[in-house]
Structures are given as C-alpha cells and as structure tokens.
C-alpha cells in the first residue's frame, strides 16, 4: 500500500525543486543572453566545419569559450573569418554587445559557401560552375583568396562530386551538412548549459541555504508544512498549467522577433553605402530595443517568482540563515551535511523546471487518485 507520507514528502520536495529551477533557468537564460551563448555555439559550429583546428577539446575550454568576448570569426587569412565577415552574415550579427548572430539558417549558410568559393566579382551570366572549379582545384576561395583547410577541402570536393557539378544539388548538399551539424550543436548547447544550470543552481542553493537533506527530514517530522506545501503545490500548478510551453514559447518568441527583423531589415543588393548604412542602423536598434526587452522580461519574471512564491516556502521551511543552527558537536560535520545537502540540490535544479513541473503533474495526479482515511475511517478502525 502506498505510504501517503512519503508521497507528500517527494511531492514538497519536487515543488521546492520546480520553484527554484524555475529561478535558475531564468538565471541562465539571463547570462545566456548577456554573453550570446547561442551565437557562440554557432561560431562553434562554424569552426568545426571549416577549420581543421579542434578548438574545444575539453568541456572546460567549451565552457570558458561561452564567456569569452566574441572574436572576430577565426583566425585572420581563415575561410571561418571569410565567413563572419561576409556582409550577409555581418548585417546579422546583434549589436555591439553581441556582434555575431545567434541564428542562420541552411539557405543563408549555402549562400554565403558559394560566394566564397565563386569570389565577389561575380556578374550576370558569369559561369558559377567553373569559378567553384577553379576554387576547389586552387584549394582556396576567390572571395578572399584565403586557402581552405585540408579537411574542409576534401568534403567541398566530395560535394562537388556527388552533386556532379551542379550547382542547385550543391547547395542543397551544403545546406544538409549544415543541418546535420546543427544538429549536434544542440546537443553540445544542452550539455554547456546543463552543467551551467549546476554551477547557478550550487551558489543559489548556499544563497537559499536550500538544504535537500534538511527539507526531508523537515517534512517528514511537520504534518502541518506538509500539507501547506501540498496546498500550495496543487494551487501553482492548477495556476499554471502550461508552464512547460510557457518557458519555451518564451524563448522562441524571442527568436522569431529576431528572425522576422533580420528579415526585414536585411540590406538589399543595389543599395548605395548610405542606404546600407540606415539598414544596419535599423537593424542593430532594433535588435538592441529587442534584446532590452527580454532582459527586462527575464529580470520581471525572476523577481515576480521571488516575491510571490519563493520567499513563501523559503519562510514555512525556516530556511533563512539567521536560523540556521549546527545540531552536530563538530561544526565541520554540519558543513559536511550541509554541503551534501547543497550538492544534491543543486544536481536536481540542474535537471530543468520542465522536468520537475512533469513529475509534480504525475505526483499529484497519483495522490488524488490514493484514499485519505477520513475521521471517520480512523474512529471505526480504533472502535
């Protein structure tokens, strides 16, 4: 027979886990964008594809990587570099703050392979099959006369080949590399980010003094705060029941307001430098107005949850560090559990408050599906 208990302990303890993953993925998202994780993960991806260097061989230099400034696309005399300062990629790019774009997709990335490899001279009517040829054979572009990697080298000619020199296939097989290659990018931004989720989840854990071990045995001992918790728990996520699709639809709002300005700000061919001028004008202070609303989006949403969930549970549990006291003669055992205490929280903060706000659904759903005893019921089993 399930224990209703236990199950109320892990149904607290999943809802104090939703609420402050919920605050960490706000918190990541925030640095995310701060330092334009997203665009550095594509230069990443670049850099895989068309330069032979490994430059991330450690998750520790992937990790670094994402807080370092942003470079200037790859080394001078680079295809990576030819790449980033094509000015269809360049008028992408998202301000000073962020100067590389977070998002390309395949048709642009086909596009700026091809003119690299056909040079910028090209004229109406000019044969665009024998100028890539010609780059191929010369083992560097006619854009910018840099020589391409090795490696790089062999897959564009073994493109070349299968699309049998046409053209149309090739792009079409540049943009499949590409798609592929995003692919795994995705899940080198999951991996990156998971281990960030950890890194913000350990220090808010301290910060909260949010003690896994200590919450337990707190809730095991306290009816009454369990059944607050349950309460609350319940009324959140009856509130909110698509919190899940509120997070990524959050996200991806913000990608397609980015998307739709790049589109419809992106300078034309024809334009004079003036006009180039205004249409990369627009299209940075538009990103800027843009990037300013999902910081003040993301830093409304953080302190909305502080105040009106977190300092709740945060003051029922007792967690405040002016109450905390060691119950161990050795103060280096309290430190030790406390520390274990944190770690644990933190590993599960860094699972995502997707994760926590599912099984917080299930958990609920199987407690409402298991029978109180009733007063009623306890009189007649003591009679």
Not at 70 to 80: A, F, L
Not at 356 to 383: E, I
Request: hydrophobic share 40%; proline share 2%.
């Amino acid at each position: 027979m399930l224990n209703i208990v236990v199950l109320d302990v892990v149904i607290g303890l999943v809802f104090i886990y939703l609420l402050y993953s919920l605050l960490v993925t706000i918190i990541q998202e925030i640095i995310a964008t701060w330092f334009g994780f997203r665009a550095k993960i594509l230069q990443r991806s670049i850099f895989r594809m068309l330069e032979d260097e490994n430059k991330f061989s450690s998750r520790a230099k992937s990790i670094l990587y994402l807080f370092k400034k942003s470079g200037n696309g790859g080394e001078s005399n680079s295809t990576s570099y030819e790449f980033y300062n094509h000015p269809l990629i360049k008028f992408l790019g998202e301000g000073k703050r962020n100067s590389k774009p977070a998002y390309i997709n395949r048709e642009t990335f086909s596009k700026v392979i091809i003119d690299l490899l056909r040079g910028d001279d090209v004229k109406p009517g000019d044969d665009i099959k024998s100028l890539i040829q010609k780059a191929i054979d010369e083992k560097k572009t006619l854009w910018g006369k840099v020589p391409i990697s090795d490696q790089t080298l062999s897959y564009l000619k073994s493109l070349w080949a299968d699309a049998e020199g046409d053209t149309v296939r090739f792009r079409r097989y540049l943009e499949n590399w590409f798609d592929e290659t995003m692919d795994r990018a995705s899940g080198w931004y999951k991996k990156n980010v998971q281990i960030i989720l950890f890194m913000i989840g350990f220090i808010l854990s301290v910060a909260f003094n949010v003690d896994t071990i200590k919450i337990v045995d707190k809730l095991e001992k306290d009816p009454v705060l369990r059944e607050q918790l349950i309460q609350h728990a319940d009324a959140y996520s009856k509130a909110n029941p698509d919190l899940d699709k509120q997070i990524f639809n959050q996200k991806v709002e913000f990608d397609s307001i980015r998307s739709l300005i790049e589109r419809k700000n992106l300078p034309q061919a024809g334009m004079d430098s003036l006009q180039k001028r205004k249409a990369e004008d627009s299209i940075n202070l538009a990103k800027s107005l843009a990037f300013k609303a999902q910081s003040d989006t993301l830093f409304k949403r953080a302190e909305l949850l502080i105040k009106n969930d977190i300092n709740d549970v945060h003051h029922s549990l007792g967690l405040e560090w002016d109450t905390y006291e060691c119950k161990s003669s050795s103060l280096f055992i309290c430190i030790l559990k406390s520390l274990a205490g944190w770690i644990i929280t933190a590993l599960a903060l860094s699972l995502g408050a997707p994760f926590w706000f599912d099984l917080l659904n299930k958990l609920m759903k199987l407690r409402g599906s298991v029978a109180t005893p009733t007063s009623d019921d306890r009189n007649k089993k003591q009679g």
